[in-house]
């Protein structure tokens, strides 16, 4: 009778220890792919946590302030010059999701009136016009000092696209959809009056609406016309380029870069900063972590915490595994002398005590796969609730969501168990050694 009979027959003549083995392969296998399983979740809802809150990072003006020849207190502020080939020298850098540089300027229209500020006048009745690629992430709206009402924000494709005041729309009979002509302006002070610098109009751009804004903040400080929020309008970066109010690649106000991920927002402003394309004597760099350093630290205590409780559970399960099957092995001393004093090699012996483990733990770990599904299910559900949910709703870098957070990968699922299954092969071996040493007469004379 060959080794792998005499195994298939053992495990059918010893139900219970069969049934033993199984069910604390299948228990270890289970415990280990949802362990590992936990750890997983932790690490994607650790990152899509960080990927929620998201950062940011300006680059600005240097000011200085210092006293004029009068004694008074003046803040001197350097332009902001940055060329679209810095950007994209940026964007190179670690995973930045978006730009959004701002261009400032003026603009008047026939087709507008604006509300009246601090001397108002026909001449000074203009508008502040504030130029991005994204409206959303202008600082106000991200804020919530205003907010959209109706219509869409602007986008980097939009072009000729503009955002105006609730307040504004009213005075003008405007709605989402309507066009209005646009021509550049300029604010000044001429004898105590505002008046614009640029009296004769050149410029002129077709714009459409595509959104109202309402302000959910009350300013009653006295500010002319064109200062007003009410007068703000927000455009497509192309409008002030039309205008010859700013040169295309060009921006002279802030530029605002997105980060995905906060924990790699101080690496990438150490890069950026090293960069020589970006006159650092005249701009500096101001971060905004969007309050992820206030979780940063709990965050990383729970990753560890995690990491320390699945190798517990790993060493304990592993542990136990190896101790009951070298139990059972050496249990077996009585049937190995009796089977090599019958002349059955040591080689055959040892092959049939490991096709017998490994049969029972190939089993176990494919019936253990379909558990280890509905246990991971449950703890998903009973350890983070709707959380995964809530975030992938917030994510600024998608909005499709992961699946389960749970779930592990094929690649990872196989490498669990094929580590379990190196273990038994292993504690199986090494077991049947301590037996395979002694010769027939030696084992039967220590069973006696």
């Not at 009979?5 to 053992?10: E, I, Q």
């Not at 002509?181 to 300029?186: F, M, V």
């Not at 960069?275 to 969007?290: E, G, P, Q, T, Y």
């Not at 703890?379 to 709707?386: H, I, M, N, T």
Request: proline share 2%.
């Amino acid at each position: 009778m060959n080794f792998s009979k005499r195994a298939f027959l053992y495990i059918l003549r010893k139900k219970w220890i069969t049934l033993g083995l199984f069910l604390l392969n299948f228990t270890v296998a289970v415990f280990l792919v949802s362990s590992f399983g936990v750890l997983n979740a932790s690490k994607m809802l650790s990152k899509d946590i960080r990927t929620s809150l998201g950062a940011a990072f300006y680059i600005r003006a240097k000011t200085e302030i210092s006293l004029n020849g009068s004694g008074e207190t003046e803040v001197i502020k350097s332009g902001v010059n940055i060329a679209q080939s810095s950007i994209d020298e940026i964007m190179k850098i670690g995973e930045i999701a978006c730009y959004n540089p701002v261009n400032y300027g003026f603009a008047k229209s026939d087709g507008i009136r604006f509300i009246p500020g601090e001397g108002h006048s026909p001449e000074s009745d203009m508008g502040a016009v504030t130029a991005l690629r994204f409206s959303a992430l202008a600082p106000d709206f991200a804020d919530k000092t205003i907010e959209l009402t109706s219509g869409d924000h602007i986008t980097g494709s939009d072009r000729g696209k503009i955002l105006v005041s609730e307040q504004l729309a009213s005075l003008n009979h405007l709605s989402v959809g309507d066009f209005v002509t646009l021509t550049h302006a300029k604010l000044g002070e001429t004898d105590g009056e505002y008046v614009d610098e640029i009296p004769v109009k050149t410029a002129f751009v077709k714009v459409k609406v595509a959104g109202i804004y309402r302000l959910n903040a009350e300013d009653t400080a006295p500010k002319p016309t064109a200062g007003l929020a009410e007068n703000v309008i927000y455009a497509s970066i192309d409008v002030l380029n039309e205008l010859k109010e700013s040169e295309a690649g060009i921006y002279t106000g802030e530029v605002g870069f997105f980060i995905a991920d906060p924990s790699e927002l101080d690496e990438i402003i150490r890069q950026v900063e090293s960069l020589k394309s970006i006159d650092w004597l005249a701009h500096f760099i101001r971060a905004n972590d969007f309050q992820y350093s206030q979780i940063a630290d709990d965050m990383i205590a729970l990753g560890g915490l995690t990491k320390t409780l699945l190798v517990c559970v790993s060493a304990v399960g592993a542990a136990a595994l190896v101790l009951i099957l070298t139990l059972c092995v050496r249990g077996r001393m009585h049937e190995a002398g009796i089977l090599l004093a019958a002349g059955i090699s040591k080689r055959e012996i040892l092959a049939q005590f490991l096709l017998e483990a490994l049969f029972l733990t190939v089993l176990a770990l494919i019936f253990s796969h379909v558990v280890s599904l509905g246990v991971s299910g449950l703890l998903e559900r009973g350890l983070f609730g709707e959380t995964p949910e809530l975030l992938s709703a917030k994510a600024l870098n998608s909005g499709t969501d992961r699946g389960g957070y749970m779930k592990l990968g094929g690649e990872k699922i196989l490498l669990i168990y094929l580590c379990q299954t190196v273990a038994v092969a292993a504690s199986t071996i090494l077991s049947s050694v301590a037996i395979m040493r002694l010769k027939p007469k030696e084992i039967l004379s220590e069973m006696s």
